[in-house]
């Protein structure tokens, strides 16, 4: 469930490009009137108003953006204004060029939680961007087990049906487990098994799992020492089972601790507010008995803070 | 270039039905008159055939070809009257479920002659059909290195853009050099470049390997014994810098010899017949001199001559 709201007339691509045009003029910026606009739109909307923009004023909405904001609060409007599919592309683009365990989670986040024919959009806008292919720049900028998991997951077309055939997720299960066993996080099978299956046959094999053998595989995939591979398998695992808490996860490390991880939370709210951001609200408010909504105001502010506050829909339009 | 004829006044999908009806009711089939019809028609054509057909009869023609026509015939007949994507996903199927050496070529040559979009559509096809995904199947049923070969060759989007970097495509030359050097064919790093590239950069990557090592990169890949997986190599580099020759080899094998290898013959002719036959026959003469439509009369008989034939173009329509 989205979190977005959309007032109920909506005002034409033309009336709101004029609003925009408005804001940007004169001494200093309107943000108010930017995020009253851009953020109580849909993604078929934004793009109207990105077209009848570049239209009449022969500039690129997102350029005029660029221009007259800046720091995490442009980043947080240019990113919601984007299509999905441009906005994924351009997260992975960013994700493949400077390697680190929370780039790899942007990678494995794109290729676990889109539907599969969104992220096969998603690589169509790579091509036309940056004029290679995602898997390509995945598979050129990682090597061993982060490529051997990586490349699949940025280039699967996962079955989505309900379909489960019971018997494979059982012997799917023991194989998972055997692999876990002897530490062959790396193994082919195993690997194999987690990108290629899909969503409903995988979440079968894991239930198995932890009926025959008494522990989640994310329990079994946990090491004494920090290990950023097992981290990445259990993120994956956390995306396809319950995308809704791997989410409120990754805004909790990104509020929790000293300082804000701006990127973060910027991304899964601008990349959530119109899918799921609903649920994942509910899901942080269970695992922490605070309100998303406070827990981004104590730890945010000014313009950025109004952005993300409106996006969760907690603004009045 | 295709070398099927459509006649200049084309009948209605109705008129056409309608026919093809009258050619499977009565005593026996009339042969002929299927070829006449389906043989001379565009896929769209034949596509707006079937829907009309379904609808006007409740039956789906492909059944009702399936009832009266059999063997190589029949095959031929089915395999084109179906959708191109649908025609993969099932070419594709069969090949995953009954592992040999011409199979795995069925594969690579799905993975690496159709255009990305296209190579999608089949990804689509096969969730529809068979209700797991292309890529799920191919990895469930290989393993070492002909799965890192295959399974990214069905999946792959490769970027369809002409930029090529030269400066990649000579550190790329090197590094496949130094791993055929090392007998390290299964190589991640050669098995990355050849499956994840453009076919554009591939090619000035490939012509750079010629230039630098005096030989072009398929020499270096024979070995004086049969090895499966290096002929598995050398088809991709075939399919990717000359997709013509590597048919027109496809159906020299099917011709040559004690026997006919119909399935390989009827696939090549069904698959590409509206893509570019016109340009592997020429391959095929340049090769053997002697005409394809010669070479087929010469090894087929009966009505499936007869629709090969038909879809070379050489029959009077």
């Not at 409007?77 to 390697?99: F, H, I, Y």
């Not at 806008?125 to 598979?139: C, G, I, N, P």
């Not at 981004?296 to 829909?313: C, V």
């Amino acid at each position: 469930m989205a979190t977005i709201k959309v007032p109920p007339i909506v005002p034409s691509p033309a009336e709101d490009c004029e609003q925009l045009r408005k804001a940007f003029q004169g001494w200093g910026t309107n943000e108010l009137l930017i995020i009253a606009i851009l953020a109580h739109r849909t993604a078929a909307q934004r793009r109207a108003i990105r077209t009848a923009y570049a239209q009449t004023y022969g500039e690129e909405l997102l350029k005029s953006l660029d221009d007259e904001i800046s720091g995490d609060f442009e980043r947080a409007v240019v990113l919601w204004t984007m299509d999905p599919e441009e906005r994924d592309a351009q997260l992975a683009n960013e994700a493949v060029r400077k390697w680190s365990q929370s780039n790899l989670l942007v990678l494995l986040e794109i290729g676990c939680t889109r539907r599969s024919e969104d992220l096969y959009q998603v690589r169509r806008a790579y091509h036309e961007r940056y004029k290679l292919s995602l898997e390509e720049d995945v598979a050129a900028h990682t090597s061993g087990d982060f490529r051997k998991l990586l490349v699949p997951l940025v280039s699967a077309y996962r079955y989505e049906g309900l379909e489960v055939d019971q018997k494979l997720a059982k012997s799917e299960a023991k194989l998972l487990h055997e692999k876990i066993t002897e530490k062959a996080y790396g193994n082919d099978e195993l690997i194999r098994i987690i990108t290629t299956r899909s969503k409903a046959q995988l979440t079968a094999t894991f239930n198995q799992y932890h009926n025959e053998f008494r522990k989640p595989i994310n329990k079994n995939l946990k090491s004494d020492h920090q290990n950023e591979f097992l981290a990445a398998l259990r993120a994956v695992i956390r995306c396809i089972t319950c995308p809704e808490k791997y989410f409120a996860k990754v805004i909790r490390n990104a509020i929790d601790g000293l300082g804000t991880d701006e990127n973060a939370l910027t991304r899964v709210i601008t990349t959530r507010a119109d899918v799921d951001l609903k649920v994942i609200e509910e899901a942080y408010y269970k695992r922490t008995s605070v309100r998303l909504g406070h827990a981004i105001k104590g730890d945010t502010s000014g313009d950025y803070k109004d952005i993300l506050i409106a996006l969760l829909g907690h603004d009045d339009v």
